[in-house]
């Protein structure tokens, strides 16, 4: 399985609005009942929820996978829908989650939410609530609460919440993960930087601006690709940082617009991680680099470098922007929820990784309206 695994240790730009339909007060964690795994060899019939960019790619990605169906699409688009129905002849294509979970509706397993981040909630409120395993597109959640929340519920309604962290699985962080163990040492140090020279847009149909919305998105860079790269530093150090310290910068400084560029620097106490991000760089470029006490490793866009116990190395990968979807990470990470779903003593891990990411992203805002200060975690 190509990079580091969730248990046991996005391009969400889909159509939200009224997916969820009257199901919006679900949920709350009054009842509790036993876990209910599902067996590797099982197939899983899943609801894609949000058919935009990351639901178009998620059709396709459990198409080429074994064991696992797509039973239905819900996008609130009749643009969206229409396209879903040509390209899922044999499956259900509806209006709203309510559509779904309602008598008559398609049985299936999973919910996989592919909305735009201000519906990830609520949708994953009422799939946990109508006995659904979900699998839902970052971030989870912006907020520890809501993330304490959501995990609390799945493990009341003994459901897995998985979250769609791609990056984790992806032949990057393979790289990055096997310097970490065993190439540069102790891990002291981290940067990722991460330029654009604009953000990625939605579909045609439902607001294909919706990352520069503060009601769709719920933030901006730092929210959005900044979440991928604090769960990747999560998986690297091993535990969430101790405090942390952050810098935005909003179009023309208005406090009411998202962010379109941030400076993160996670503080683990005897290591650190530096994260730079960007809409406004004027290029696209990505690099991620691990240091250590006995070497370092570094990947600028696909090209990977090191020097290592080993001696000085070099190799090529494919560089992560080539494609917003990353449809080619898909079957890594579906692997890695199929070995979780089917071992309740795992189910953990994905639960804390939610709840520490959502801890990092809100304190990180919270140490960017206090001017950059640094703030616990």
Same mark, same amino acid.
């Given at each position: 399985?190509?990079?580091?695994?969730?248990?046991?240790?996005?391009?969400?730009?889909?159509?939200?609005?009224?997916?969820?339909?009257?199901?919006?007060?679900?949920?709350?964690?009054?009842?509790?009942?036993?876990?209910?795994?599902?067996?590797?060899?099982?197939?899983?019939?899943?609801?894609?929820?949000?058919?935009?960019?990351?639901?178009?790619?998620?059709?396709?990605?459990?198409?080429?996978?074994?064991?696992?169906?797509?039973?239905?699409?819900?996008?609130?688009?009749?643009?969206?829908?229409?396209? *879903?129905? !040509? =390209?899922?002849?044999?499956?259900? %294509?509806?209006? &709203?989650? @309510?559509?779904?979970?309602?008598? $008559?509706? #398609?049985?299936?397993?999973?919910?996989?939410?592919?909305?735009?981040?201000?519906?990830?909630?609520?949708?994953?409120?009422?799939?946990?609530?109508?006995?659904?395993?979900?699998?839902?597109?970052?971030?989870?959640?912006?907020?520890?609460?809501?993330?304490?929340?959501?995990?609390?519920?799945?493990?009341?309604?003994?459901?897995?919440?998985?979250?769609?962290?791609?990056?984790?699985?992806?032949?990057?962080?393979?790289?990055?993960?096997?310097?970490?163990?065993?190439?540069?040492?102790?891990?002291?140090?981290?940067?990722?930087?991460?330029?654009?020279?604009?953000?990625?847009?939605?579909?045609?149909?439902?607001?294909?601006?919706?990352?520069?919305?503060?009601?769709?998105?719920?933030?901006?860079?730092?929210?959005?690709?900044?979440?991928?790269?604090?769960?990747? *530093?999560? !998986? =690297?150090?091993?535990?969430?940082? %101790?405090?942390? &310290?952050? @810098?935005?910068?909003?179009?023309? $400084?208005? #406090?009411?617009?998202?962010?379109?560029?941030?400076?993160?620097?996670?503080?683990?106490?005897?290591?650190?991680?530096?994260?730079?991000?960007?809409?406004?760089?004027?290029?696209?470029?990505?690099?991620?680099?691990?240091?250590?006490?006995?070497?370092?490793?570094?990947?600028?866009?696909?090209?990977?470098?090191?020097?290592?116990?080993?001696?000085?190395?070099?190799?090529?990968?494919?560089?992560?922007?080539?494609?917003?979807?990353?449809?080619?990470?898909?079957?890594?990470?579906?692997?890695?929820?199929?070995?979780?779903?089917?071992?309740?003593?795992?189910?953990?891990?994905?639960?804390?990784?939610?709840?520490?990411?959502?801890?990092?992203?809100?304190?990180?805002?919270?140490?960017?309206?206090?001017?950059?200060?640094?703030?616990?975690?």
């Amino acid at each position: 399985m190509s990079g580091t695994a969730i248990g046991g240790s996005g391009a969400d730009d889909a159509g939200g609005a009224n997916v969820l339909s009257g199901a919006g007060g679900a949920g709350g964690a009054a009842r509790t009942v036993p876990p209910v795994p599902v067996g590797r060899g099982a197939t899983v019939a899943v609801a894609v929820v949000g058919f935009g960019t990351a639901g178009g790619a998620r059709l396709s990605g459990y198409g080429s996978v074994p064991g696992a169906e797509v039973a239905a699409v819900v996008d609130p688009s009749p643009e969206r829908r229409a396209q *879903a129905a !040509r =390209l899922l002849p044999h499956g259900r %294509v509806l209006a &709203s989650l @309510d559509e779904l979970t309602a008598p $008559g509706g #398609p049985a299936v397993d999973v919910v996989d939410v592919c909305t735009p981040p201000a519906f990830h909630g609520p949708l994953t409120r009422a799939a946990l609530a109508a006995g659904l395993h979900v699998v839902c597109e970052k971030p989870v959640a912006a907020r520890g609460a809501e993330a304490r929340e959501l995990t609390a519920l799945a493990a009341a309604r003994g459901r897995l919440l998985f979250p769609s962290h791609n990056y984790g699985t992806s032949p990057l962080m393979r790289t990055l993960r096997e310097a970490v163990d065993g190439g540069v040492g102790r891990l002291e140090s981290a940067t990722f930087r991460v330029l654009r020279d604009r953000h990625a847009r939605g579909v045609p149909g439902y607001a294909p601006d919706w990352r520069r919305s503060p009601d769709l998105a719920g933030g901006g860079i730092l929210l959005d690709h900044g979440t991928h790269c604090v769960y990747m *530093a999560l !998986r =690297l150090f091993g535990r969430a940082p %101790v405090k942390l &310290s952050c @810098d935005v910068e909003r179009p023309g $400084g208005d #406090p009411s617009a998202v962010d379109e560029a941030a400076r993160l620097r996670l503080d683990f106490g005897d290591a650190r991680c530096d994260i730079e991000l960007s809409w406004i760089s004027g290029e696209r470029s990505n690099h991620y680099s691990v240091s250590g006490s006995s070497g370092w490793l570094r990947v600028d866009d696909g090209e990977v470098s090191a020097r290592t116990a080993a001696g000085p190395w070099r190799r090529s990968l494919v560089s992560p922007s080539k494609d917003q979807t990353h449809l080619e990470w898909f079957a890594p990470m579906y692997e890695d929820f199929r070995r979780v779903l089917a071992d309740p003593l795992l189910w953990d891990g994905p639960a804390r990784e939610i709840v520490d990411t959502a801890r990092v992203v809100e304190a990180a805002y919270a140490s960017a309206d206090a001017g950059g200060r640094p703030v616990p975690v």
